[in-house]
C-alpha cells in the first residue's frame, strides 16, 4: 500500500490505438487524462513495419512511427503519458480503486481500459525468428494479406477466425495452404464449408508445422508433417500466418467485469460500458470480431465520450443507468 492515494478524474491503461485516441478525447474535453503505457508502450502495432490501412497516411507508415505520432497528439493536450503496469483493481465501490507496479494506490472516477489482446502464437524457434525480422510470419491477414497479393501462402488453425482468414487471403493469393491439427475443423459448418468449397484453399489435416524454412530474412516454405503417419514434407510459400487465437490482457479485471468465455470484456452493445457504472473498455480487449488499429481508434473514442458523459450527469446528479 502506498502512503499517498493519488486522485484522478481519468485513467486510462493501455497505450495503443484505442488508449491513444481517448487520451485525446478526454485531454480535449477537460478531463486531465493519466495513461498508464504497461509493458508495451504503443501497443501491438509497434511489432509491426507496415501499416498501410489506417487513413490519413497515403504513403503507410511504420507501425512504431505511427505509435510515437499517436502519443506525441495525446501530450499536445496534456494527457499525463506514465510507464507503469497496473496490477490489481476493485471495482467494487464507488471510486474504482487501481495499483499501479502493486504499490501506487490511485483512486478514480472513471477508468478506460485498453488493454488490448496478444495473438497466439505456435512458439516454434523459426516462426519467432522471422516474425521478429518482419519476414512473413503474420498473425492478421486483414493486416498483412495486402503485402501476398499472387503469391503462395500457408495459414495454421481450425476456428472460425482461421477459415475467415484463409478465405479472406484466397481472395488475394494464387495459393492458400490450411493446417488442421486434428482430421475435423473446430469452426462452424458453414465457415468449414466456405473454405472447403474455395478452389485455390487446399487443407492438410493432421498436419503440424515442424519448421518455417526461409533464407535468414524471409519466408520461403514451411515444413509440416502429418501426425498420424510422421510424414514430412515442405511446402513453398512466402507468408505464414497464425490464426489460432488471442488472449485478451483482462485477467486483472475478472473478479468485477463481465467476461466472455475466451476472457474479451463484455460491453453493453452500442457503447464502451462495462457492467460496472464509470468503468469502460475499448479496443482489442472488447473485440473479438474486427481486431484493427481504427476500430481500436474509433472505441478509444467512443470510450472518453462515454466516461465524460458519465462524470457531467454525475456532477449533474443525475442518476444514470449502466
Ligand atoms: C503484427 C501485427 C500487425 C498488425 N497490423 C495491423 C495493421 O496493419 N492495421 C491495423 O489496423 N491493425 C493491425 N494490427 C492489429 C492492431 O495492432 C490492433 O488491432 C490494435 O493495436 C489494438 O489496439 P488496442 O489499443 O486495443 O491494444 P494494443 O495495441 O494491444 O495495446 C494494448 C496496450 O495495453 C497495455 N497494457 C496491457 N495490459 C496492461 C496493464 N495491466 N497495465 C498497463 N498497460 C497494459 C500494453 O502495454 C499496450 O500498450 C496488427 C497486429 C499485429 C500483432
Redesign the pocket.
Known sequence: MSDTIEKVKCLI???????YTAAIYAARANMNPVL??????????T??N?????PGYPEGVT?PEMMIELQKQAERFETDVRN????KVDFSGDVHKVWVNETKEIHCDTVII??????KYLGLDSEQKYLKLGGGV???AV??GFFYRNQEVVIVGAGDSACEEAHYLSKLCTKVTMLVRRDEFRASKIMAARVKNTENIEILFNTETEEVLGDGQVVTGVRVFNNQTNEKHDIPATGFFVAIGHKP?TD?FKEYLSLDETGYIINVPGTSKTNIEGVFV????A?HVY??????AGT?CMAALDAERYLAAKEANIEVSA
Open positions: 491503461i493501455g497505450s495503443g490505438p484505442a488508449g498508464y503505457q504497461g509493458t508495451q508502450p504503443g501497443g501491438q502495432l511489432t509491426t507496415e501499416v498501410e490501412n489506417f507501425g507503469g503496469w497496473v496490477t485498453s488493454t488490448g489482446a496478444s495473438a503474420s498473425a492478421c493486416c498483412d490482457n486483472i475499448s479496443g482489442d480487449a473485440d481486431r484493427q488499429a481504427v476500430t481500436a478509444g
